[in-house]
């Protein structure tokens, strides 16, 4: 049958046409977990939807407090803090930066895409490590290009009330970058439950429990209980990086508080490795 | 060369795959042929290093899979499950497994054309046909130009000339000298194609031999069915041979045992007439039920306990 034009493995010496044979190396599955990422429509949606609610909560928020300036109490007007109003937007970005972190793994259980990446790249932790890296790197640039425009749209909206900030005043620059890594190390929390729990349901689920439910759930706590408990929270923890100044005092450092998502994300991460390498995919 | 060396696979209590031990050489086109869960895709898995046996060692081309440094140049398959995102187009799925192995894209258009997805190659997945997918799936396995073709079912979903040409694919590749290893539950179908058979059944070796051996035993296991207005009489003149005869009407004798020819010649020499005399050969298929009537799992249960329900209402 002619139109089998397959080299045989003895002639794939021959140089006319056998394919170069090379090995699996990291940067290789970089490649083609980008492949993966940009190829699909649930990415690009998910990450047009964070884009946009990252500068359109932030510039609608201001617009209004603005219009609303002289109806605001004295209390709100005097801690009015127009960093906060910039980065406010990752209250929605945050669902789809989590989102799309789940399904960029369970995806590909509930596919069966899963074999065939395994099946290329036997070793299995390049595969999780790659997807990990690409998808941090897309969506810092993402979060951290629409932070900015964010930025210097809402600081123009409030110059007409002399509350603007520029990035060289106190924690501007660093909440706007914090948000962006808040919201990256954010979506690697989400791949690394996905991973762990190979099942879209379970793995968004257990990104809200963590982040949504869990806060609600020390409210019921005593105060004093709460208080103690909550800067500890993923979400609160997360935060602190991305916020300029605060409304109470329960709250971790900045810097620390990030330090402390990150270890949460690196525990659940850790987690999902050991499990991919161990259990049977 | 696929070697399987006392491999056992337990899900819990359950044992899937039971001290299995054979090897699958190169050149030749071997089947695997088992009922439905006798475990043959568990088998499958461990051979592709997505499950890890619970003891017992499998290699290919004498590595462990997940030892392989190109995998994908080593070792090709389409598994029955489909392995693919729905949601990605076929050319895309293909780029993205060629990358892992830095595949140039001349590679992936080649597959393309070779398995003639040519003019669906930028729709997704997802809305491919069983058939188109299977295609697809093959594609996947031959993308590396790989020693060893691994195929779960390829037939499935293919129309008849789809399956005439997986068959011919499928010669050619191991009259290149690969190692062509394919799993079905139809027997008929693995005739065709291979020249080798493993027969397995709840998760032990049943068989491993040619499939011209089979073939041979499934005809000299046949009976003869003669036809004559003088049955009776027939009868006795074979009552000396040492065969067994049934009768379903008065001119019918189907007889075991006693050759076509020796039936026909002591015929003659008694002078009865006969109006038929066919020797009946034993289907592959129930060949391959008598090597696996034991071992199949989910056998066909009676209606019995359906029927007295009726009664009772």
Known sequence: MSAVALPSPAASGDARQAPERQGVTFGRVVRSEWTKLVSLRSTRWSLLAAVAMMILLAVGIAAVQMGRWNQLS???RLTYDSINTAVSGFNFSQLAVGVLGVLVITGEY????????????????????AKALVFAVVTFALMLVSAFIAFFVVQALVTQHHLQHSLGDPHALRAVVGVALFLTVLGLMAVGLGA???????????????????????????????????PYLPLNAGTAVATSTFEDGHHLAPWAGFGLFCGYTAIILGAAAIGLVRRDA | MIEIDHVTKRYGEKVAVDDLSFTVQPGIVTG???????????????????????SGRVTVNGQSYRALRAPLHEVG????????????????????????????????????????????????????????????????ALLGDPRVIILDEPANGLDPEGILWIRTLLKDLAAQGRTVFLSSHLMSEMAMTAERVVVIGRGRLIANTSVAEIVAQASAGGSVRVRTPQAPRLREALASANGRIVSDADDELEIHGIPAALIGETAALEGIVLHELTPQKASLEEAFMALTGESVEYQATTLDANAELEVAA
């Open chain 1, 110 to 129: 509930s596919t069966g895409m899963i074999r065939s990446s395994l099946m290329a790249v036997p070793t299995r932790l390049p595969v999780l490590g």
């Open chain 2, 77 to 140: 398959a389409l598994l029955e499950a489909r392995a693919i995102h729905t949601g990605r187009s076929a050319y895309n799925h293909l780029l993205a497994m060629a990358q892992t192995h830095g595949i140039g894209r001349a590679r992936v258009d080649e597959v393309v054309d070779l398995v003639g997805l040519r003019a669906v190659a930028r729709r997704r997945a997802g809305g491919f046909s069983l058939g188109m997918g299977q295609r697809l799936g093959i594609a996947s």
């Open chain 1, 74 to 76: 004295l209390h709100d």
């Open chain 2, 32 to 54: 695997f042929l088992g009922p439905n869960g006798a475990g043959k895709s568990t088998l499958m898995r461990m051979i592709l290093g997505l499950d890890a046996p619970t």
């Open chain 1, 196 to 230: 762990l729990l190979r099942n879209t349901a379970a793995g968004i689920a257990a990104f809200v429990f963590m982040l949504f439910v869990l806060p609600g759930v020390t409210a019921i706590l005593p105060a004093s209980v709460a208080d103690s408990v909550s």
